[in-house]
T-cell receptor, first 108, second 115 residues
Framework: GQSLEQPSEVTAVEGAIVQINCTYQ??????LSWYQQHDGGAPTFLSY????GLEETGRFSSFLSRSDSYGYLLLQELQMKDSASYFC?????????FGQGTELSVKP | ETGVTQTPRHLVMGMTNKKSLKCEQH?????MYWYKQSAKKPLELMFV???????ENNSVPSRFSPECPNSSHLFLHLHTLQPEDSALYLC??????????????FGSGTRLTVV
């Protein structure tokens, strides 16, 4: 089967750094993506890793280790507006499948 | 706005009603998708349309009926739904068969409540 596992909730304080982990199990692998979804809003694409290593986009970075079937999203200098759900996703069976999402709460 | 527009934003319907959800994109994408999002569950893919042809029907009950009249519009027709069908229904679009770093573009969804 194809599945992605990520923690259901993470809490951090404003200004801190937080890491959201994702492990995956797929037949064939075509990269790991991350999406952000604010409550009541559209999921928005954040990043994509096709190869091992770190991809940086401003305060957000995403990492992939294909040998470990593992990736993470790193959020730095947390702001209150970063409170949202974060989903990892990968391709399986020709379609994009998602993890259950991690709800990030940023406290003052 | 993300470039993918869904209407209505909220819908309450009885189990005997017939209603339709609408999705529109003008991003030049040629693949469109319906996803169902229930609380505390992963997004569940329902249907995939590529170049206006349905290429995926993910074991969805027949009370959900998709329609894709052209590459910019996608509908989800609903009839005789059950209370467990209450969820957020998300539409997305992408460039066909491109597993790329551009991802999917999602609409804001229709919050459906079946009473």
């Amino acid at each position: 089967g194809q599945s992605l596992e990520q923690p259901s909730e993470v809490t951090a304080v404003e200004g801190a750094i937080v890491q959201i982990n994702c492990t995956y199990q797929t037949s064939g692998f075509y990269g790991l993506s991350w999406y952000q979804q604010h409550d009541g809003g559209a999921p928005t694409f954040l990043s994509y890793n096709a190869l091992d290593g770190l991809e940086e986009t401003g305060r957000f970075s995403s990492f992939l280790s294909r040998s470990d079937s593992y990736g993470y999203l790193l959020l730095q200098e947390l702001q209150m507006k970063d409170s949202a759900s974060y989903f990892c996703a990968t391709w399986g069976g020709g379609k994009l499948i998602f993890g259950q999402g991690t709800e990030l709460s940023v406290k003052p | 706005e993300t470039g993918v527009t869904q209407t209505p934003r909220h819908l309450v319907m009885g189990m005997t009603n017939k209603k339709s959800l609408k999705c529109e994109q003008h991003l030049g994408h040629n693949a469109m998708y319906w996803y169902k999002q229930s609380a505390k569950k992963p997004l569940e893919l329902m249907f995939v349309y590529s170049l206006e042809e349905r290429v995926e029907n993910n074991s969805v009950p027949s009370r959900f009926s998709p329609e894709c009249p052209n590459s910019s519009h996608l509908f989800l027709h609903l009839h005789t739904l059950q209370p467990e069908d209450s969820a957020l229904y998300l539409c997305a679009s992408s460039q066909e068969a491109v597993r790329s770093n551009y991802g999917y573009t999602f609409g804001s969804g229709t919050r459906l409540t079946v009473v």
